[in-house]
């Protein structure tokens, strides 16, 4: 079986989130023609701003500097609003200090922040290190979960948890329990027996869920490609695979490829499998000599 999928440009417009999850609520933007207040803060004139149906602020620009609740908000900072009103994402002026759910403290750089409904500091640079391990690396970005227990960062030393051993440099990811729920690697490493790379996703009995291959790889009788995405039930057994078969260039230079997609039984049996090609519309840019 074989689908065929054709690239087009993106149609919908949609407000700019540094931190997911986005903001789902259907949004109307326009210019501002004077200044607008949203909660703690101005919008800037002559910039957009994006309202939900009932006229409350999704995203501005901000106006000049402000200090909401510590926390110094720089001028000209793209932020995002909760339904409630209060900040959801933005841009600090100043360092700060802040208390976690957890009684615990964190100091955070001039860069992005990102708060829940309530005021809890989900996101920030981190400005100093903190006691205890895995330790975050300073001034990368580090997530809270709103309890103050660390949610994600990259590694400033090598990790082991749960059999699995990650090199430093690696980001991280942690359910509000304090458990590796996964993590992003930049470096390959090894994972449950395979090397991986880029994405990669546990249950929570600590085996793989979702991983991408670093290299080419053998798996209940069947042979994976490097870069192969694969799903794994929590028993282990192999569920799903996805990997690129065949790619290359038109006439034109218009890449396309053929990516398979595969499931399995709990013995390894293919159960189902198609072929999905894309095509570009999109031409290379022709460079002057």
Request: net charge positive; aromatic share 8%; proline share 6%.
């Given at each position: 079986?074989?689908?065929?999928?054709?690239?087009?440009?993106a149609?919908?417009?949609?407000?700019?989130?540094?931190?997911?999850?986005?903001?789902?609520?259907?949004i109307?933007?326009?210019?501002?023609?004077?200044?607008?207040?949203?909660g703690?803060?101005?919008?800037?004139?002559?910039?957009?701003?994006?309202?939900?149906?009932?006229?409350?602020?999704?995203?501005?620009?901000?106006?000049?500097?402000?200090?909401?609740?510590?926390i110094?908000?720089?001028?000209?900072?793209?932020?995002?609003?909760?339904?409630?009103?209060?900040?959801?994402?933005?841009?600090v002026?100043k360092?700060?200090?802040?208390?976690?759910?957890?009684?615990?403290?964190?100091?955070?750089?001039?860069e992005?922040?990102?708060?829940?409904?309530?005021?809890?500091?989900?996101?920030?640079?981190?400005?100093?290190?903190?006691?205890?391990?895995?330790?975050?690396?300073?001034?990368?970005?580090?997530?809270?979960?709103?309890?103050?227990?660390?949610?994600?960062?990259?590694?400033?030393?090598?990790?082991?948890?749960?059999?699995?051993?990650?090199?430093?440099?690696?980001?991280?990811?942690?359910?509000?329990?304090?458990?590796?729920?996964?993590?992003?690697?930049?470096?390959?490493?090894?994972v449950?027996?395979?090397?991986?790379?880029?994405?990669?996703?546990?249950?929570?009995?600590?085996?793989?869920?979702t991983?991408?291959?670093?290299?080419?790889?053998?798996?209940?009788?069947?042979?994976?490609?490097?870069?192969?995405?694969?799903?794994?039930r929590?028993?282990?057994?192999?569920?799903?695979?996805?990997?690129?078969?065949?790619?290359?260039?038109?006439?034109?230079?218009?890449?396309?490829?053929?990516?398979?997609?595969?499931?399995?039984?709990?013995?390894?049996?293919?159960?189902?499998?198609?072929?999905?090609?894309?095509?570009?519309?999109?031409?290379?840019?022709?460079?002057?000599?």
């Amino acid at each position: 079986m074989i689908a065929i999928v054709t690239a087009t440009p993106a149609m919908a417009e949609r407000a700019f989130c540094n931190v997911t999850p986005c903001d789902q609520r259907e949004i109307t933007r326009r210019r501002l023609t004077m200044e607008l207040p949203a909660g703690p803060v101005t919008c800037k004139r002559g910039q957009d701003v994006g309202e939900d149906a009932r006229k409350r602020v999704v995203y501005c620009t901000t106006a000049k500097v402000v200090t909401v609740d510590g926390i110094v908000i720089a001028a000209n900072a793209y932020t995002l609003f909760h339904p409630n009103g209060k900040i959801y994402q933005s841009t600090v002026a100043k360092p700060f200090e802040r208390t976690l759910g957890d009684g615990s403290k964190v100091s955070c750089g001039v860069e992005h922040v990102s708060l829940d409904d309530k005021g809890a500091l989900l996101f920030c640079k981190l400005a100093a290190a903190r006691a205890g391990s895995p330790k975050p690396k300073v001034g990368e970005n580090v997530a809270f979960h709103p309890n103050g227990k660390l949610a994600g960062f990259t590694l400033d030393e090598p990790y082991t948890s749960q059999g699995i051993s990650l090199p430093m440099g690696a980001s991280v990811s942690f359910d509000d329990k304090g458990n590796l729920v996964g993590g992003w690697l930049k470096d390959p490493a090894l994972v449950g027996g395979l090397s991986l790379w880029w994405d990669f996703r546990l249950w929570p009995n600590g085996k793989l869920q979702t991983a991408q291959l670093d290299k080419q790889a053998k798996i209940q009788g069947h042979d994976f490609p490097r870069h192969a995405k694969l799903t794994f039930r929590v028993d282990g057994s192999l569920e799903a695979a996805e990997y690129v078969e065949k790619e290359g260039f038109m006439i034109h230079g218009e890449e396309w490829s053929d990516t398979r997609f595969v499931t399995f039984d709990k013995a390894g049996k293919v159960l189902t499998t198609r072929v999905e090609h894309y095509q570009s519309t999109a031409r290379p840019p022709k460079f002057k000599k």
